[in-house]
């Protein structure tokens, strides 16, 4: 191989690698600004205000049965009458502590490696970002009734 050679093929190779980078760049930046890349990705939020809404919206709707029930006629024994009235004991039945953070295993159990979630104190309004805290309500709920019918056994 002469000087001559190795000189011509220096350019060449700066040249192609030039090309590649461009190329390169130009694909990565396409993809981001057509959104291919963030399509990759689903958010899902579990939200505070959200929760706290479900579970008001829950309380008074036991409520409104429990009164309808009375309006009906049924009578209740005091035992029974106590004992409801220790099961309403507040948001998430008095276990705000076990419900913040079974809220927050369970929201987590969400996700998986395309599928990110997020913890926040209120609703996020973005395209493409679905809430899940409905269904992350009705699974604290779930839990926190098996864990108190485990406490009364």
């Given at each position: ?85 220790a099961d309403d004991g507040g948001l998430f039945f008095g276990e705000i502590e076990t419900a913040v953070r079974l809220a927050a295993e369970i929201a987590y159990r969400h996700e998986t490696g395309n599928t990110k979630v ?36």
């Amino acid at each position: 191989m002469s000087k001559s050679s190795g000189r011509r093929q220096l350019p060449l190779v700066i040249g192609v690698a030039l090309v590649f980078s461009v190329v390169g760049w130009l694909l990565c930046y396409g993809s981001l600004r057509l959104g291919i890349i963030g399509e990759c990705y689903q958010l899902r939020y579990a939200a505070q205000e959200e929760l706290i809404a479900l579970e008001k919206a829950r309380i008074k709707k036991e409520g409104a049965a429990r009164v309808a029930k009375e309006k009906d006629g049924a009578e209740k024994k005091e035992e029974e009458e106590g004992e409801e009235a220790a099961d309403d004991g507040g948001l998430f039945f008095g276990e705000i502590e076990t419900a913040v953070r079974l809220a927050a295993e369970i929201a987590y159990r969400h996700e998986t490696g395309n599928t990110k979630v997020i913890l926040s104190s209120a609703p996020i309004y973005a395209k493409g970002v679905v809430s899940i805290s409905k269904e992350v309500h009705e699974e604290v709920i779930a839990e926190l009734k098996r864990q108190k019918g485990r406490r009364k056994e």
